[in-house]
């Protein structure tokens, strides 16, 4: 599987304590780094027009499978590729992107757009992700795809490989 060199070099637990990370509740750290002063009226409430935060998933760890109610950008920033999962729940497809420095089978960025279900794991020891979302996050338009009621009948096919993921 795809990794960087930078990997194996500096241990999780050295960029969790330099970047101040905190437990996130669909797995792996993080912290804001950018919550934009204007703000944007939306279906759901006034919403920052952005909000940027490190995200770091260490070997095992998973962010559970979740939702959005914005679109998300995911940034390869360090360490091993990341593996991102996203499904359309409505023509249930799935789509495998993995991030990590430019190459044959390797992109820096994707996109998780609003109401799109996520999930993703490192390929490697730990991987360091920048994640943009617009109009910006907020706890009220996350959930895990866990509570939707019959979310179980998606997980068959392809995807039943991923449900550990919930």
């Not at 999930?119 to 109009?135: H, Q, T």
């Not at 996350?142 to 993921?165: C, M, N, R, Y």
Request: charged share 20%.
């Amino acid at each position: 599987m795809p990794t960087n060199s930078r990997d194996s070099m500096t241990p999780a637990t050295e960029l969790i304590s330099r970047l101040s990370l905190e437990p996130h509740p669909e797995g792996g750290w993080y912290r804001e780094i950018h919550r934009s002063s204007q703000m944007f009226q939306t279906p759901r409430g006034p919403r920052s027009a952005l909000t940027s935060i490190y995200f770091l998933l260490e070997q095992r760890q998973y962010s559970r499978w979740h939702v959005v109610g914005s679109d998300e950008a995911w940034h390869h920033a360090d360490g091993a590729a990341l593996e991102l999962l996203i499904y359309q729940p409505e023509s249930r497809e799935l789509t495998h992107r993995i991030l990590g420095p430019v190459g044959k089978s390797q992109e820096p960025i994707a996109i998780a757009r609003a109401g799109e279900w996520q999930a993703a794991r490192s390929l490697g020891n730990w991987s360091l992700m920048g994640c943009d979302v617009a109009p910006g996050f907020d706890f009220e338009d996350f959930q895990f795809v866990g509570s939707i009621p019959g979310h179980e009948t998606h997980f068959t096919g392809k995807l039943a490989a991923f449900a550990d993921f919930l």
